[in-house]
C-alpha cells in the first residue's frame, strides 16, 4: 500500500522559511515523478514543483521558481520542499505526490497535505 506522509507545516513570519517533508512508503522514486501542490483557502490547487524522468525538475509559475527548491533523499525515501522567503500569499494546504511517468497527477498517489501559514 502506497502511502505519503506529509510533515514541517506550521506558523511562519513573512520572509521566513521552512522544509516540508514527504515520507514515502511502498513505492520507490524509480518510474515516479515527485511532486508538490497547494491549496489556498479558496483558490483551486496549484502545481508547484515536480521531479522530471531525465532527473531535473520541473517548476511551476514563476512565484514560486526561485524560492521553492523540490529535493529527493533516495535512502530516506522521503521527498522535500524547501520554502524561502515566504508571504502571506503563501499561506496554504501543501501536498506532495506521486505518479508513473506519462500518467496524470489525478491518477497518481497523494498526501494528507500540511498546513503552512505565514502570517505579515
Known amino acids: 500500500q502506497v502511502q505519503l506522509v506529509e510533515s514541517g507545516g506550521g506558523l511562519v513570519q513573512a520572509g521566513g522559511s521552512l522544509r516540508l517533508a514527504c515520507a514515502v512508503s511502498g513505492l520507490t522514486f524509480s518510474g515516479y515523478n515527485m511532486g508538490w501542490f497547494r491549496r489556498a483557502p479558496g483558490k483551486e490547487r496549484e502545481f508547484l514543483v515536480a521531479?522530471?524522468?531525465?532527473?531535473?525538475?520541473?517548476s511551476a509559475e514563476d512565484s514560486v521558481k526561485g524560492r521553492f527548491t523540490i529535493s529527493v533523499d533516495n535512502a530516506k525515501n522521503t521527498v522535500y520542499l524547501q520554502l524561502n522567503t515566504l508571504n502571506t500569499e503563501d499561506t496554504a494546504v501543501y501536498f506532495c505526490?506521486?505518479?508513473?511517468?506519462?500518467?496524470?497527477?489525478?491518477?497518481?498517489?497523494w498526501g494528507q497535505g500540511t498546513q503552512v501559514t505565514v502570517s505579515s
Open positions: 521531479t522530471n524522468r531525465n532527473g531535473g525538475v520541473t
Open positions: 505526490a506521486a505518479k508513473r511517468y506519462f500518467s496524470s497527477w489525478s491518477n497518481g498517489y
